[in-house]
């Protein structure tokens, strides 16, 4: 697998979905267009923006001027950075912005933003009016490649990730590429852990091509939007297959039953970002297929070791404040983990690995064993410094 030499026209992936298909487009500066696609979509609609203080202060009022452009009428909410915004008070917050700006039926909602805002406002396109069109215009590597794509929406409960929302598409993705430039470096390597996963899952040659690209990712090179082409048609072909995670889109939740539980026990703070909680996830849960035989502790090893080279946290003791209660208790994680949306009657649903590049799902693993394996993981001395 090679990577484009040069940045090139923009990418365009599928989401065929029948008559709810739509298309993210990937590429650099591909935000100048976002008011002729929206147009050429939606005819006549006027639109409102959802985005954070952060991006708003970067990338709001090139946004409005692409619609503008197009002659698509306009109005912004901004809400605040992080995961606390994803929450009922957000939701209502959002909410009532849109019906303020008599957002109807046949206009849109734009969430300019990573994936707080992207589930944040998708969740309130979904319930307002019982349903309202929206566009993801999605500004971290994380969103670019996950969150934005497959019509997940919603918001975090006090007692766990994502527990309340529902399943909305949205009608256009647009992935700009250049954006990323801005992101903090944290931020931009927590979004590396979910390409990292779209390897490891089902296609082990990308996973070998990341082993050797990754500073062009970093670098803003062509092989990023390879990189996020690439993860994006893997999304794609899983949600076009199962949309509402009946069956194999659960493999997309590699690193994640771990991950929440984490993000959960650490306040959903930025403490542990969602990606650095899916990096110790990933390894977790290469561990745990390596402890129960599945792969030889050398797979393991190989999957910890390339999300490491990155300055991605790879174990428990990584975590900023490990010694804090709730974190450092087996107990207390498997309670968090209980609440996961994959338990189906009280029993936890893992991703495990038959190889690198081979995700399984494995509904049956013993949560004494599990129990025990976290145990043994917390008792890993942190490192010096």
Not at 144 to 170: E, R
Request: charged content about 20%; some cysteine; aromatic content about 6%.
């Amino acid at each position: 697998m090679t990577a484009p030499l040069k940045h090139s026209d923009p990418i365009i992936v599928d989401v065929a979905l029948g008559d709810r298909a739509y298309d993210i487009v990937i590429g650099r500066d591909v935000l100048q267009s976002l008011g002729e696609r929206v147009a050429a979509l939606r005819p006549g609609a006027r639109a409102a923006i959802v985005t954070d203080r952060n991006v708003a202060d970067h990338w709001l009022e090139k946004t409005q001027a692409s619609l503008a452009a197009a002659g698509i009428a306009t109005s912004h909410f901004t809400v605040e950075e992080g995961e606390g915004s994803k929450s009922y008070a957000g939701l209502q917050q959002v909410s009532e912005a849109l019906i303020a700006a008599r957002i109807e039926r046949n206009d849109l909602v734009i969430a300019l933003g990573g994936g707080v805002v992207g589930d944040l406002a998708g969740f309130s396109a979904a319930i307002l009016r019982r349903g309202v069109d929206y566009v993801q215009v999605p500004t971290t590597l994380l969103a670019q490649v996950d969150s934005s794509v497959g019509g997940k929406t919603g918001i975090n409960s006090p007692q766990g990730k994502n527990l309340i929302g529902a399943f909305h598409q949205p009608v256009l993705v647009l992935a700009d590429t250049a954006v990323l430039d801005t992101l903090p470096q944290r931020q931009f390597r927590a979004g590396y852990a979910e390409v990292v996963k779209y390897g490891l899952l089902g296609d082990e040659a990308f996973f070998t091509w990341l082993e050797a690209n990754h500073a062009d990712i970093f670098a803003g090179g062509a092989a990023r939007e390879h990189a996020i082409a690439t993860s994006c048609r893997a999304k794609a072909a899983i949600v076009v297959r199962d949309e509402r995670e009946a069956g194999e889109r659960a493999l997309l939740n590699l690193g994640h039953t771990f991950g929440h539980a984490l993000e959960a026990a650490t306040g959903f703070s930025d403490r542990l970002f969602h990606g650095e909680g899916v990096s110790i996830g990933m390894v977790l849960a290469a561990e745990l297929s390596a402890h129960l035989g599945m792969i030889a502790e050398t797979e393991a090893a190989r999957i910890s070791n390339h999300l490491a080279a990155v300055g991605l946290p790879t174990h428990l003791q990584d975590i900023a404040g490990f010694a804090q209660e709730g974190l450092a208790d087996a107990d207390a994680l498997m309670a968090l983990m209980a609440q996961d949306k994959k338990v189906k009657r009280g029993r936890l649903t893992f991703i495990l690995f038959k190889a690198v590049g081979s995700a399984v799902i494995a509904p049956n693993v013993e949560p004494s064993v599990v129990r025990d394996f976290l145990k043994r993981r917390l008792e890993r001395r942190a490192p010096a410094g």
